[in-house]
Each structure stands twice: as C-alpha cells, then as structure tokens.
C-alpha cells in the first residue's frame, strides 16, 4: 500500500497529537511511580487486562478471580491490549478504591491485529486461541470474503471455525446456496457450526467449541456478533443493533474491546469494529500459505516467479486439475491476489 503525502499542516497535526499523547502517558506513569512510592499497593502478582480504557486498564487477578482494579501503567511499558497477560501491584487496605498499578507486560502467545488509518497494523487483543467466523443467510455470505477471514488467521497461527448464524432465516430460496458455499470447508479441516440465538438451536454445541481457551467473533456487521455475546452471557448487556430492512447491512454497536468468561469455561473477548481483516501486509507467499490446500505444493513449479496462471510445470494448476485443489478456492486465491495487489 503506498502511503499518501501529508500536507505540512496534517503533519504539524499529527506531531501534535503525539506530543499530547507523550504528555499525557507521562502523567500517568508519575501516578504509578507515586503509588509505589507511597506504599498503596500489595504485593507484585499476575493478572489478565479484561478491558482498556485507553489511559487505564481493568486487570483481574489469576490468583483471586474475584479481585479487579483499574490499573495505571508504568512508564515505558509496552502497549496494552485486552487479553494481555500482566505483572501488577493492587491497591490495597483503605486505598483499595484507588488505582493499581501494571508494572510489566508478559509474553503473547498470539495477535489480533488490523490496519488502523495511518495503515500501520495495530493490535486489538491477545492470546487469542480461537477466531470464530461469523456469517448468515444475510447480509449474503461470499466465499472470497469467508476466505479473506480464513487467510488471515491462518497468517496469525490462530485457529479460525465457521459459524453460520440466523439458521432461522434459512429458507427453500437460499439453502442451496448455503450448503454450496459451506461445503468445502470440512474437508479443509474446518469445524462449521450451525446456530440460531432465536431458538437457542446449535447453541450447546458453540458452547461446548468455546469452553477452552479465549474466543473472539469476526464478521461483516449484521451478522449477529453482539447477539451471540447477549446469548452466550445474558448479563454482558452487549448492545445489538438493528438491521436495516432496507440495505440489509447492519450497524456497529459495540464500542469497547471486554474480555468475558463464559459459564461453561473458557473466554469469550468481544472486540469492536472489526469487519474484515487487513492483508495488505502480506506478500504473495503467506498468501498462499493461508490457503491450507495450496501448502504441499508450494515451491515445486518449474518457474520459480510462476503466477499460477497457466504456466507449464505449475504444480498449482496441476493439483487443481487433479482436484486437489477447488476451481473456486483457486479463484479466490487469484481474487486476493489481485486485491492485494491494488491496495498497495
């Protein structure tokens, strides 16, 4: 993606927000270095941040689950993101309504990222295990949009399953098209669910899929995302938002990333804003390492800049004339190519 020019006022602009931005993390960093100093807090532990509120974050402790504070951050400590795992100190004794104070930030396991408008990638939540992709009968499902999802998961080492929500609104004129669309994904490795949070069908099972590790939602808005949140944790309060019978696109209502536990196990992080992945970062080959079936014959064309469009000796075109290889995945493949192609 080329970057465009900035004007020298937009430049003068943005130096100014970081500077705003600098000032304001040293403020916060002299309340944590003054809590310390004070004595305020309890002893170092770990936590898990449940929540950011941009200057602060809301930690949960490992050892005492019932133990919650908002928290500063102590200077130079690396960005923080829900999910993230914590070395903290909590407020304690007649102090304890006041803030504690994160000292240090532990490894990843794993990233959820996205662009954000300066185009650099910016992550939106961490450790996650599992990224369900979610879609239904409407807005209209696309395969080139479920296997961008797919692509960009599989590029962050995160287990992606398809989740067909709105089975209820599933009728004689597009269940075909459904079926079709969804069938190649088991033979891929994909686990597809199938859920109505009117009728609570497919429900146990979504629960049953979620209750190890930490689970985000992804999918275009309109899909149902936050209605899921209110039916897997009736007390989250996630707002829904009305589909337009109109345009049959929906509404982003969620406004702040939360991680949640689930009764059954397992957590759940409902993560806003995020309609499709963005893999302009991405070059040719993690492109073609995204798509699972394309992996064992990667690197065995004659040609080593081969495009896998008719060139002799392309093991990419021989695997999909074997049948190895879907015509639509192989066209989708050629699809994101070319639309990666454009954004940069």
Not at 116 to 141: F, M, Q, W
Request: glycine fraction near 10%; include cysteine.
């Amino acid at each position: 993606m080329s970057k465009r020019k900035l004007s020298r006022r937009q430049q003068w602009r943005i130096a100014k927000i970081q500077k705003e931005r600098e000032e304001r993390a040293r403020r916060r960093a002299d309340s944590a270095e003054q809590a310390l100093k004070e004595g305020h807090l309890g002893p170092e532990q770990t936590g898990l941040v449940i929540a950011n509120y941009g200057t602060q974050v809301l930690v949960e402790s490992e050892a005492e689950p019932k133990l919650r504070q908002r928290c500063h951050l102590r200077a130079n400590i690396d960005t923080l993101v829900t999910g993230d795992r914590v070395a903290w100190c909590p407020a304690h004794g007649e102090h304890s309504a006041d803030c504690g104070v994160v000292g240090a930030r532990l490894p990843r396991r794993s990233e959820l990222q996205r662009p954000d408008r300066y185009g650099e990638l910016k992550t939106i939540a961490a450790n996650i295990d599992r990224i369900v992709v979610v879609i239904a009968p409407y807005p209209e499902p696309f395969a080139n949009a479920i296997d961008r999802y797919l692509v960009a998961a599989e590029a962050t080492g995160i287990q992606p399953i398809l989740l067909l929500n709105k089975i209820d609104l599933i009728d004689d004129g597009n269940r075909e098209s459904l079926e079709e669309l969804l069938a190649p994904y088991p033979d891929l490795g994909y686990q597809v669910l199938r859920l109505s949070t009117k009728s609570g069908e497919g429900l146990p099972e979504l629960l049953q899929t979620l209750a190890k590790g930490t689970s985000v939602f992804v999918g275009q808005s309109g899909v149902g995302k936050s209605s899921l949140v209110n039916a897997l944790l009736p007390g989250a309060g996630a707002r829904t938002g009305a589909l337009s019978e109109a345009t049959m696109k929906g509404t982003h209502t969620t406004t702040a990333a939360e991680l949640f536990h689930l009764p059954g196990g397992g957590d759940l992080i409902d993560s806003p804003g995020i309609r499709e992945f963005g893999l302009w970062h991405m070059d040719e080959q993690s492109l073609l390492e995204g798509f699972v079936e394309f992996r064992p014959f990667i690197g065995h064309c004659r040609f080593r800049d081969c495009r896998h469009q008719g060139e002799p000796g392309c093991a990419i075109l021989e695997a999909k004339a074997r049948g190895d290889i879907s015509e639509r995945r192989m066209n989708s493949f050629l699809h994101l190519r070319t639309s990666l192609e454009s954004e940069r």
